[in-house]
């Protein structure tokens, strides 16, 4: 009877110890994953991105949080595809845990990079399927999931908003930035054919060109609307700016644009595209395949309406609009 309590004890001093270091909070010291982040710079002058920002906090409230369990391998990129090229071959170089690539150039990277790191990717640009990074929404079956919107529709929305602050719109300028493809560009202009509407479309593929595109406007544009890229997005409050200079009444998919002067915004919700990603990123981490995780698409699509840029203008604001704006900035 004394050998087996003997026996016994040993084997607790042996075995307890190394169970209680892969459980309770001991555990995610013992493994840290790493996530390749694939992004724009997070830092853009002296502004950090706020929504990166915010997809670390949403991690940490999943139970992933950096020195603890998890660590960042950041590569940023200017919006220019070589740069997300580069730069995804070199996390999948460092064999990170899962690769989340939060835009559209940086999606597109990550998968030519790779077909075996799970992916988590934010598109507002292309559909998943076509473009070849999914089966189907409901099971993916790659090693791709993420948030993505596949509307070309939203071209025709943001024409209708813009008609509906200008009686008789008949000329709008575009700006556009190539580097996420030409799917919205494309939209657009067939919606402006069917609605009657003349386009210039402003061509832009970094910051510096962004200045000496609006001085080639021509024809008085009565109305300007900017495409969603990574680039334009980071530039919203300069292209806000330049449009109130050239008093166009300007809309755009990132609400920063509004927030920073620009007439509307409508497009997804940063919060929520971040949130879901953050948790799909967790997911993969505690062991789940992406090619079972459904992707995933807007379920918010705020409308900004900026009242002073509007009075700025000499705009007045139908009320079908207004009632219609998920925020009003007076």
Not at 231 to 239: G, K, N, V
Request: aromatic fraction near 6%; proline fraction near 8%.
């Amino acid at each position: 009877m004394m050998r087996h309590r003997l026996t016994a004890a040993a084997f607790l001093s042996v075995v307890l110890p190394a169970f209680l270091a892969y459980t309770g909070d001991s555990y995610p010291q013992s493994k840290v994953l790493r996530v390749g982040v694939l992004a724009r710079p997070l830092v853009v002058g002296t502004t950090p991105d706020v929504a990166h920002e915010r997809f670390v906090q949403t991690l940490a409230q999943q139970g992933w949080s950096e020195p603890k369990n998890v660590r960042f391998e950041y590569r940023s990129a200017q919006g220019n595809p070589p740069d997300y090229d580069a730069s995804a071959e070199e996390l999948v170089k460092l064999k990170v845990d899962v690769i989340y690539a939060n835009n559209a150039p940086a999606t597109r990277a990550a998968f030519k990079a790779t077909r075996v790191i799970p992916i988590v990717g934010i598109d507002h640009t292309n559909d998943p399927v076509a473009a070849g990074y999914a089966k189907s929404y409901s099971r993916p079956g790659r090693n791709l999931t993420g948030f993505f919107l596949d509307a070309p529709g939203f071209a025709g929305k943001w024409l209708e908003q813009l008609k509906a602050l200008i009686p008789g719109l008949s000329r709008v300028a575009v700006v556009w930035e190539p580097s996420p493809g030409n799917t919205h560009l494309k939209a657009i202009e067939r919606a402006a054919r069917s609605q009657g509407l003349q386009l210039q479309v402003l061509e832009v593929r970094t910051p510096d060109d962004i200045g000496p595109a609006f001085a080639k406007l021509r024809g008085r544009p009565q109305a300007l609307l900017i495409l969603p890229s990574p680039m334009t997005w980071a530039q919203s409050e300069q292209l806000a700016q330049l449009a109130l200079k050239h008093r166009l009444p300007a809309t755009s998919m990132a609400a920063v644009f509004a927030e920073g002067g620009g007439l509307l915004s409508y497009g997804p919700d940063r919060d929520e595209t971040v949130d879901r990603c953050a948790i799909l990123v967790a997911q993969i981490l505690r062991g789940a395949n992406p090619g079972d995780l459904p992707l995933e698409r807007p379920t918010r699509l705020p409308l900004i309406i900026n009242l002073k840029t509007a009075n700025t203008l000499g705009l007045t604001v139908p009320d079908p609009l207004l009632v219609s704006a998920d925020r009003v900035i007076r």
